[in-house]
């Protein structure tokens, strides 16, 4: 039974700082590159960052790029998600999502999705 659960989200004022992480169970972690995307009421989900399956390599989206950090521990199959400088439309929902690679979990080809936690950035 595959397993993915994000925690940390919460409430912070812009500029401040949040560390999401997600913890994951039930499938090989490292045969998948993990990452993250949001989606705001409204909004489609994008796809904001992603990890190899190593960590050694990273991508970001523009709209994060600079400001967001990827993360990944593989002897805990947990992968964390550092915010900086925080903006109110950073304001959704995050969700962990395992993907077969990077470029197919851009294109939001997706395996395992996690059910999602709220980040919220008041102005």
């Known amino acids: 039974q595959v397993q993915v659960a994000e925690s940390g989200g919460g409430l912070v004022q812009a500029g401040g700082s949040l560390r999401l992480s997600c913890t994951t169970s039930g499938l090989d972690f490292e045969e998948y590159a993990m990452g993250w995307f949001r989606q705001a009421p409204g909004k489609e989900r994008e796809w904001i960052a992603c990890a190899s399956y190593s960590g050694a390599s990273t991508e970001y989206a523009d709209s994060v790029m600079g400001r967001f950090t990827i993360s990944r521990d593989n002897a805990e199959n947990t992968v964390h998600l550092q915010m900086n400088s925080l903006k109110p439309e950073d304001t959704a929902m995050y969700y962990c999502?395992?993907?077969?690679?990077?470029?197919?979990?851009?294109?939001?080809?997706?395996?395992?999705w996690g059910q999602g936690t709220q980040v919220t950035v008041s102005s």
């Open positions: 999502a395992a993907a077969v690679g990077m470029w197919l979990m851009r294109q939001g080809s997706v395996k395992f």
